[in-house]
């Protein structure tokens, strides 16, 4: 990492092992290693609420204490979503979370995708690919099938976001993004194009790669196979569902191909 550079972190401080400073100290190692110039993003998600409030200042964060520190910290600004939201600090941060509440949490024109198109980096300490939000950009870039048609319970609804003036703001969901467990055939394919570099920070082993390269391997997987990125657990529902609906899609492109070759047209595959 260099001063100037832009880097999506996913962590988990139970990896790290012993930190003297605690969370603190690793928030701040962070900003310093892109600093002066650099800009750090990580997610600070949260669940819908029972009552179907987002308050951006004070709702926590779901993803770890990492992130909860970050978020914290000073000259950190999160973006105005109400499930997916990203904080950032540095050169670029309020540029890169802008307008997160107006597109999907994790779409087209979102923070980690603005982030990719600016060159960043992905750093995961201590954990793998199934962590790795980027990953639903990309079935967003593709427009996968199941896109906005399976997610876990509570997503589903309007929700109400409390901006930093106390403004309140509905917030309609758009594009959910579903399960991650078979993001690793993205981390799979990643190591085999040799595009993974592999490093620790404290007992964590890390990986960091290209943002763009993710999103790119991702789309391939996607374009071959809408249903690369789903895992085969039985008892995942989530993407049992998912896998339903890119079936029935195929069966109807298929029908539709025919339909044109009976008609004297060339198929139009996209």
């Given amino acids: 990492m260099c001063a100037g550079d832009v880097l999506i972190v996913h962590s988990s401080l139970k990896a790290i092992g012993w930190v003297e400073g605690g969370p603190i100290a690793v928030?701040?190692?962070?900003?310093?290693?892109?600093?002066?110039?650099?800009?750090?993003?990580?997610?600070?998600?949260?669940?819908?609420?029972?009552?179907?409030?987002?308050?951006?200042?004070?709702?926590p964060s779901r993803t770890g204490l990492i992130t909860e520190t970050f978020r914290t910290s000073e000259g950190t600004r999160r973006s105005l979503h109400p499930t997916h939201s990203v904080a950032a600090w540095g050169e670029r941060s309020a540029e890169l979370v802008a307008g997160h509440d107006a597109?999907?949490?994790?779409?087209?024109?979102?923070?980690?995708?603005?982030?990719?198109?600016?060159?960043?980096?992905?750093?995961?300490?201590?954990?793998?690919?199934?962590?790795c939000s980027l990953v639903h950009v990309a079935e967003a870039i593709v427009g996968v099938p199941y896109l906005g048609k399976v997610w876990y319970p509570g997503y589903e609804r309007t929700l109400t976001l409390i901006d930093y003036e106390g403004r309140r703001h509905e917030v309609p969901p758009r594009d959910v993004p579903a399960d991650s467990a078979g993001f690793t055939v993205v981390s799979d394919e990643l190591e085999r194009r040799d595009l993974i570099r592999h490093c620790k920070v404290g007992a964590a082993v890390c990986i960091r790669f290209s943002a763009v390269d993710c999103l790119s391997v991702a789309a391939d997987l996607l374009r071959a196979d809408p249903a690369a990125l789903l895992c085969h657990k039985p008892s995942c529902s989530v993407c049992s569902k998912a896998r339903g609906i890119v079936q029935e899609a195929e069966k109807t492109k298929r029908r539709d191909a025919e339909t044109q070759r009976r008609n004297g047209k060339e198929p139009e595959w996209r």
């Fill in 103 to 131: 597109t999907s949490g994790l779409g087209v024109g979102s923070p980690f995708h603005k982030a990719a198109q600016v060159g960043a980096s992905v750093l995961m300490i201590g954990c793998g690919l199934t962590a």
């Fill in 27 to 59: 928030v701040n190692a962070l900003k310093a290693a892109v600093s002066p110039g650099g800009t750090v993003l990580v997610p600070v998600f949260t669940a819908p609420q029972p009552d179907g409030t987002f308050d951006v200042q004070r709702t």
